[in-house]
């Protein structure tokens, strides 16, 4: 078996709850050692988010896996000290904090330049490292209402509609760093020099809003809630109950998909109303509703799961870790008895395993401290003076 396309990268994490874990998780997951560099107080916050269960929670333990903790005090000239004799060996440092807070710290981008310029820097924040809200505080529900796609989710006439999917965390926070971060690798192994990779979630979340700015640009405004093709103007692209309460997503885009859709529903006379808006969509989204109202969703999936009209159930997450194609997919498995989601990349002579379960608070310190030289001795100073 081949090494893992991201074995020999070193990473130091210095980031908290969600969108920096995740993405350094999913580097860990591609072969990257990462050392998670936690605070000697709090910590990471995702530790006690929700039920603790073994000195953590199930959130933090599904976005730490494959890494190596380390507990560092970086307002102590030691651990800043140690803190910069790792970075001498890193290949990444992703980090969270408020713009100037780690150049405060003395252990910012040019800090570890100075030393060590292949070194890639990432730093995540909501508005980025400059411009008049860099300095704002934050979540998710702010940056995808800056960019104007929180006014798009939701029903005609309904108020937004918040995303238990968090958007910008997971698309700018994690996602768009991990493409950042990546390259910049590939640039400083062939150019010997890093970067600083500013990400910031609002930008991120614009930068996708694609097809709500087309429509602004063809059309002169943006669609409004509910209304725009993929959000529920078309009664071909929309979601139906079923006489038990649960849902039908319907996907029929194309023309023959939509002709099939029709057919097997009982109504042919709606096959020219494919791509109707507003009142002219009224009476097929009805009729649909309807149909699809008459019997539950159990017999839907039964009747259409052969049909080739991009039509789905509207599964729980629960019933979506027992779905057949995600299990034949090997995204569900399992890690002494609990359910967990694999890395959702797949790569040739690649296996995913979880070779390490989310660390315990600075579990892995000495181990890393030794790599860069630390002798038990100074480990046991550190120790005792609570920089570690």
């Known amino acids: 078996m081949r090494d893992k396309p991201l074995h020999g990268i070193r990473i130091l994490d210095l980031t908290r709850l969600l969108p920096g874990p ?37 959130l933090f333990r599904l976005v730490n896996r494959n890494k190596r903790a380390l507990r560092l005090d970086l307002k102590d000239a030691a651990g800043r000290d140690a803190f910069m004799r790792l970075a001498g060996t890193a290949d990444v440092i992703i980090e969270g904090f408020r713009p100037g ?3 405060k710290l003395g252990i910012g981008y040019s800090a570890v330049e100075a030393t060590n310029p292949r070194i890639v820097y990432c730093s995540i924040t909501g508005y980025g490292q400059h411009g008049p809200y860099a300095m704002r505080a934050g979540h998710d529900i702010n940056y995808i209402g800056y960019a104007g796609v929180l006014d798009q989710i939701g029903s005609e006439g309904d108020p937004p509609v918040l995303p238990n999917l968090q958007i910008a965390d997971l698309l700018g926070g994690t996602l768009t760093s991990v493409a950042g971060i990546l390259a910049a690798l590939v640039d400083a192994r062939a150019s010997g020099k890093g970067r600083h990779v500013d990400v910031a979630m609002a930008d991120a ?16 405004r943006a669609p409004e809630r509910g209304t725009s093709m993929l959000s529920g103007g078309l ?14 997503a319907v996907g ?71 779905n057949e194609q995600f299990r034949a997919r090997g995204m569900v498995v399992d890690e002494h008895g609990a359910v967990r989601v694999a890395i959702p990349i797949k790569f040739s002579d690649f296996e995913f395993e979880i070779g390490r379960s989310a660390p315990r608070p600075g579990e892995h310190s000495a181990e890393v401290l030794k790599e860069v030289g630390y002798t038990d001795a100074q480990i046991a100073a550190l120790r005792e003076q609570r920089v570690i």
């Open 101 to 103: 807070v780690v150049d």
């Open 235 to 248: 009664a071909c692209y929309n979601v139906y109950a079923t006489s038990d309460a649960r849902y039908m």
């Open 252 to 322: 029929a885009l194309e023309r023959p998909f939509w002709h099939a859709l029709c057919d097997a529903l009982g109504c042919p006379e709606f096959k020219p109303q494919h791509f109707v808006f507003g009142e002219q969509a009224a009476p097929v989204k009805a009729r649909l509703a309807a149909v699809f109202g008459s019997q539950t969703q159990a017999h839907w999936i039964q009747a259409l799961e052969h049909l080739d009209a991009c039509v789905s159930p509207v599964l729980s997450v629960a019933e979506a870790l027992q």
């Open 22 to 58: 995740m993405a350094s998780m999913h580097l860990a997951d591609m072969g990257a050692d990462v050392i998670k560099i936690e605070d000697k107080g709090a910590g990471d916050y995702a530790r006690t988010l929700g039920r603790v269960r073994d000195g953590m929670t199930d």
């Open 205 to 220: 979340v614009l930068a996708h809003a694609v097809l709500p700015l087309a429509e602004l640009l063809d059309q002169g």
